[in-house]
């Protein structure tokens, strides 16, 4: 172990010289050999190289055996298989979420569009991603084995994030490091629920990781094949979903200042943030321009001029606290750490200062973005991207704690600390996991009630959040089907006006268009009571309220003459 208490891998820094049973690889000098010599016995290079070939012919082969798992990677496993086993224990706690069955949705619609040209709605012009990319893929997986299947596909993503943060780590800090800044990252409650949500917050968090690690990568002697793949993953994770463009100059400042390359404020330095900046601009700028207007549109209109929510500054902030604010605090302690390690030592230790301070600000973005725009809203899963930056930064703090008391009391007292902190992680974790999954209402029940007034053709159904009723009974209906409540536009037949939001569905009620309407006073609650009157007035009548859980009341109206089906 190296006196700051890195780790030191034998295979990064010399090769073995036997394979096994003493034999020397081809071209592997003696003990004794060295440059240009002829050997300890002082024969020419090509003598020696003829009688080693006489000698090969003649010895049988000599059986080369596998290398076995590098032991530093054993704690990950271990640390994957605690992970997955969390987030496998969600995935069948809760029926399809909104967001789940709007993108699974999508992905069906938008495969049948590339497959066979069929008409699919403008899903880019109102999703905060491309819908051809995480709806496509969650989609086939959807047609593997349902919803389990999906969702399996996001714990995939979320195990290979923790794997991506390990090994960023590790080249970073070292072995134990990494396994604590791993550690740190399954415990949080954010990671475990996007590791059982079919979201395209799973893949985009991935791309990003993996984005991250090919940073590290480049400034640790990776070249350009790594400047270049990060580049087009940081791409790629943005196109996924576009929140993911938030820690672009994070990866961009890992670039900078990680690795070898001098002071803070070196050419060499600042050259690859810049590089890696210009490979990302050029495929965000490919994919604008093959994406055309409406993608454009729909970014603007989600994410860089989305609408300001109403929730209070103190809330938000709260809720931040609640899922990643103690990971945050060890990493500003790890950051300070680092800080009084660079006033110590001065010269490269001051560029370690610098990436601690951007993984540490990495953790706060989300939290400060969304209180800039006055909305909780996707906060759970958002704050789970920064905390990847900051686990590094907690990872090595652990590590230098345990080191410490390593040398003044003993190991023990060093792997008890670190177990004090991360086992409180998942313990919280695991609990707020659970209940991320039981925020929304169990449609089970709502669905079996609605399916038999439901069928191909052309009724139309007016569903408050039908995303998740049009993905369960997706091969008895069409998408072209089903509304819901937020904006319904109408032309009037008899004055040829156009009519929009309650007006238009009060009209389309009293004409009998909607031939099933369901409410439950969530989204819309203001409109859902503002046209109860009309549809008691227009002889709709309630064939049945589904109370699901403590959140779900769904009251279902069919219009005069619709029945259930035969």
């Known amino acids: 172990m190296s006196a700051d208490g890195r780790w030191i891998r034998p295979a990064s820094t010399r090769r073995p010289v036997l394979t096994s049973a003493g034999v020397r690889p081809p071209g592997a000098a003696g003990p004794g050999a060295g440059p240009g010599s002829g050997g300890p016995s002082g024969r020419s290079g090509g003598e020696q190289a003829s009688r080693g070939r ?34 496998f224990h969600l995935l069948g706690s809760n029926t399809a979420f909104v967001d789940e069955g709007t993108y699974i949705y999508a992905g069906y619609q938008e495969i049948a569009n590339l497959a066979h040209g069929t008409p699919v709605a403008t899903y880019e012009t109102f999703f905060s991603g491309s819908p051809l990319i995480y709806p496509v893929v969650v989609a086939l997986a959807d047609m593997l084995g349902g919803l389990t299947t999906a969702r399996l596909l996001s714990m995939a993503f ?27 990252f399954a415990a949080l409650g954010p990671t475990q629920f996007l590791g059982g949500l079919a979201t395209y917050d799973s893949m985009a968090l991935a791309l990003l990781a993996w984005a991250g690690y090919l940073a590290v990568r480049l400034t640790t002697g990776g070249g350009y094949p790594s400047l ?112 009084l390690a660079a ?17 540490l ?78 925020e929304w209402s169990n449609t089970e029940s709502f669905v079996a009630a609605l399916e038999p007034y439901v069928s191909k053709g052309t009724d139309r159904y007016l569903v408050e959040n039908y995303n998740v009723p049009a993905y369960y009974l997706r091969e008895s209906t069409d998408w072209q089907q089903w509304h819901d409540l937020v904006a319904v536009y109408r032309k009037d037949p008899a004055t040829g006006k156009q009519q929009v ?37 227009a002889g709709y009548k309630v064939v049945t309220v589904v109370q699901s859980g403590a959140h779900g009341r769904y009251t279902i109206y069919v219009a005069p003459g619709h029945e259930k089906r035969k």
């Open 228 to 339: 270049v793949l990060s580049g087009l993953l940081l791409a790629l994770a943005g196109c996924t979903k576009y929140a993911a463009l938030l820690w672009v100059p994070v990866v961009c400042g890992v670039a900078v200042f990680a690795g070898a390359g001098g002071a803070p404020g070196a050419w060499a330095r600042w050259k690859r943030g810049l590089q890696l900046l210009l490979v990302f601009v050029a495929g965000v700028g490919v994919a604008a321009l093959v994406a055309g207007e409406r993608y454009i549109n729909g970014f603007n209109h989600t994410t860089l001029k989305r609408a300001p929510g109403h929730d209070a500054y103190s809330y938000v902030a709260s809720e931040a606290a609640k899922w990643v604010g103690a990971l945050v605090v060890l990493a500003l302690v790890g950051a300070v750490v680092q800080l």
């Open 501 to 537: 939001g309650v007006p238009a569905i009060q009209a389309g009620i009293e004409a009998h268009e909607w031939k099933v309407v369901v409410l439950d006073f969530t989204q819309t609650a203001a409109t859902d009571k503002a046209i109860q009157p009309t549809l008691k007035a």
């Open 54 to 87: 006489r000698r090969r012919t003649a010895q049988p082969a000599v059986r080369i055996p596998r290398p076995g798992l590098k032991p530093d990677l054993l704690p990950l496993l271990a640390v994957l298989l605690v992970q997955g086993g969390l987030s």
């Open 361 to 438: 600000t990495a953790g706060v973005l989300a939290p400060v973005n969304q209180i800039r725009i006055h909305t909780w809203l996707s906060l759970q899963k958002h704050v789970d991207f920064g905390a990847w930056f900051s686990c590094i930064v907690v990872g090595a703090l652990l590590a230098r704690v345990v080191v410490l008391l390593k040398d003044r009391i003993h190991v023990t007292a060093g792997i008890v600390v670190a177990a004090l902190v991360i086992g409180p992680l998942g313990w919280a974790g695991s609990a707020q996991g659970r209940e991320m999954f039981g």
């Open 343 to 359: 006033r110590r030592r001065g010269g490269a230790a001051w560029s370690e200062a610098c990436l601690a301070a951007v993984l």
């Open 158 to 184: 979320m195990l290979s994030a923790t794997v991506a943060v390990h090994l960023t780590t590790r080249r970073l800090h070292g072995s134990l490091a990494a396994f604590c800044a791993a550690a740190a």
